[in-house]
């Protein structure tokens, strides 16, 4: 959930715009993570370290490794070390934006600090996922940054979706800052109502495009248009998340809640009159929304 978050970091911080990121989450699968990107983020050079062995590499014919050890700044055990990790995929985002000379590699050092700092991230293993207390840190920062506070159901709810998004459609996406609204505008939309002691009505939504890759990476098929299975698609997906969901809440607070059937919207302009949140993720490919309508009780 890192890297997730971590182009959340940069859009809240105005480090970039959200075109250079979507650009860069584009481009985010084709490129090898350079070594002086890994030593800065794993804290073995610095900045101005790994400027200077570039430098050098633009006089002499030798890999980065090479000259980093000749330098002194690794040593041979070093590279091996950075050679055999698992790249995290945030430092390929970074990097992009290095190369892109939208950020320097001091600019990188900087953020990765900082990131690390605001969310109490001290393993340098940004990998590990089953770290709980540091990915809650995350979701807390993420939604003060959004300014959307929500009860631990409703952040139960988005973490799920999120992991969901991650387990189902792909890891490549950036949760945008969340926000309170009174109408929405739907393209392709599905919803569902979950209802009990409190009723959440979900809606997951995006454009034609990105519903037919989003459905396509879903089923593991390849779609060509919007049609009867990508739209059965998109309905088993926001059924199967908020059918976990309610497992979850009845196992950790014994409330049974029931869904409804998920169906199509067709109207063009939604509006609520209870307390309505919009959360966007954006992925490689495209944006999904997810609208969730609190119509009683508090989520």
């Known amino acids: ?107 990188l050092e900087n953020i990765i600090t900082e990131y690390r700092s605001e969310s109490e991230i001290y393993d340098l293993d940004f990998t590990n996922e089953d770290q709980k207390d540091t990915i809650e840190k995350l979701f807390d920062n993420f939604f003060v940054m959004s300014e959307t506070p929500l009860s631990s159901h409703g952040k139960m709810y988005l973490e799920l979706l999120f992991n969901n998004f991650i387990r189902f459609i792909g890891e490549d996406f950036t949760p945008l800052d969340g926000s309170v609204i009174e109408e929405f505008a739907p393209e392709k939309c599905v919803r569902q109502k979950v209802l009990g002691g409190y009723s959440i009505c979900t809606y997951l939504d995006m454009d034609e495009e990105t519903a037919v890759e989003f459905a396509s990476r879903y089923v593991g098929d390849n779609f060509e248009e919007f049609d009867e299975y990508v739209q059965a698609s998109l309905e088993d997906f926001l059924n199967l998340h908020n059918g976990v969901f309610i497992v979850n809440v009845s196992n950790e607070s014994n409330e049974e809640l029931e869904l409804d059937v998920p169906e199509q919207i067709e109207e063009p302009l939604l509006e609520f009159e209870a307390k309505t949140y919009l959360f966007s993720v954006m992925y490689s490919f495209g944006v999904v929304n997810i609208v969730l309508e609190l119509t009683e009780g508090d989520l």
Request: net charge negative; aromatic share 10%; hydrophobic share 40%.
């Open 1 to 107: 959930m890192y890297s997730q978050f971590f182009g959340n970091f940069l859009l809240a911080n105005k480090y970039v715009t959200t075109n250079q990121l979507f650009e860069a989450m584009q481009k985010q699968s084709n490129g090898r993570i350079k070594l002086g990107t890994l030593a800065i983020s794993e804290g073995l050079m610095t900045a101005e370290e790994v400027d200077e062995v570039i430098i050098s590499q633009t006089h002499e014919d030798k890999k980065f490794g090479e000259l980093a050890v000749e330098q002194g700044f690794l040593t041979n055990d070093e590279v091996i070390k950075l050679l055999k990790i698992q790249v995290p995929s945030f430092l390929q985002l970074a990097q992009i934006f290095v190369d892109e000379e939208i950020l320097t590699n001091q600019d």
